[in-house]
């Protein structure tokens, strides 16, 4: 492709070319002037249209037709791109299209309507139980050691999300019926049951928390101030512990909510209950825990059956 819009004697560009050319420094001014985007965002929009003016070759943009933008996202997409890196093309070449109709009179916008390839859906990260177990023996050295016992196990009992977490009230935890009551996303509240390895944790936090001085009576986890702890500090103090407990410095509170969720589906394969668990509104957000539990079954099968192995190769 390289070489298209440019004669063949000279190198230089042909009259489409310049034109083009010349639709793109415009709308980059737009974009610097008018719309005061960054000049970071202004280079990859230049990136992005100069891709589709490569591709145009010698058609006129104002000729572009939906079928050649079409065909040029499956050529980018054989070659490589990803769904996400082709809907962020589209959506720069819409944008310019726009742009034309408006300053230059053009009466198509040929990317109206073009889908990117759908992209892979990234499968959440999840511990295996062994590592969730060992991510839990923290020793009760200190108050702080107590209440990151006690944050750990909740998170791991209950998969709750961060800010779910940090927004605990100590009324919220029921030890008569080991339930948690939590207030999640569109300030939707739900119950979910607590395991007994949480409600101990719990129990030998509370005993430690009544001892801080400066208590915030609504905080369930506070700091050594007596403050609300920040969800910030929590993702440290988690860290810290993955670390010198011997796991990957990578986990963070939402692997602990992926591993509850991964976790419970492998046992039970209730996927209803897990959705209501985890606060899903709707099913499909929880169907990718399937995926993660197809991947563990696979792994069963492959290590267990006598013909799953592959032969080596002599």
Not at 159 to 180: K, W
Not at 198 to 208: D, F, P, S, Y
Not at 223 to 244: C, D, E, F, I, M
Request: proline share 4%.
């Amino acid at each position: 492709m390289k070489g298209e819009g440019r004669t063949a004697r000279t190198g230089t560009l042909n009259p489409v070319s310049r034109a083009a050319q010349k639709y793109l420094r415009d709308y980059l001014a737009h974009l610097t002037h008018e719309r005061r985007l960054s000049a970071h965002t202004a280079t990859n929009y230049a990136r992005d249209i100069g891709i589709l003016i490569e591709l145009a070759g010698d058609s006129a943009l104002d000729r572009l037709q939906v079928h050649q933008v079409r065909r040029f996202v499956a050529r980018l997409h054989a070659r490589g791109l990803d769904g996400r890196t082709l809907a962020r093309m589209l959506s720069a070449w819409r944008g310019l299209f726009r742009y034309l109709a408006r300053d230059h009179g053009f009466e198509v916008n040929p990317c109206l309507g073009i889908r990117p390839p759908k992209a892979a859906r990234a499968l959440p990260h999840a511990l295996s139980p062994d590592e969730a177990g060992r991510l839990m023996e923290i020793g009760d050295g200190d108050a702080l050691a107590v209440r990151d016992r006690a944050m750990l196990e909740l998170f791991y009992s209950s998969g709750l999300r961060l800010s779910e977490l940090t927004g605990l009230a100590p009324t919220d935890i029921n030890f008569s019926d080991a339930t948690v009551r939590v207030t999640g996303k569109g300030n939707k509240t739900r119950i979910i049951p607590v395991g007994s390895h949480a409600l101990a944790a719990l129990e030998k936090w509370l005993a430690q928390r009544s001892q801080i001085g400066g208590l915030d009576d609504q905080a369930l986890f506070v700091n050594r101030n007596g403050g609300r702890l920040s969800p910030r500090a929590v993702q440290l103090r988690l860290k810290h512990w993955a670390t010198k407990l011997g796991l990957s410095a990578n986990v963070h509170p939402h692997v602990l909510r992926h591993s509850f969720a991964s976790h419970v589906l492998q046992s039970s394969g209730d996927l209803r209950a897990v959705q209501d668990m985890l606060g899903h509104a709707s099913i499909s957000t929880t169907q990718v825990y399937t995926q993660l539990d197809f991947q563990h079954l696979a792994k069963v099968y492959d290590a267990a059956h006598p013909r799953a192995k592959r032969k080596e190769r002599r």
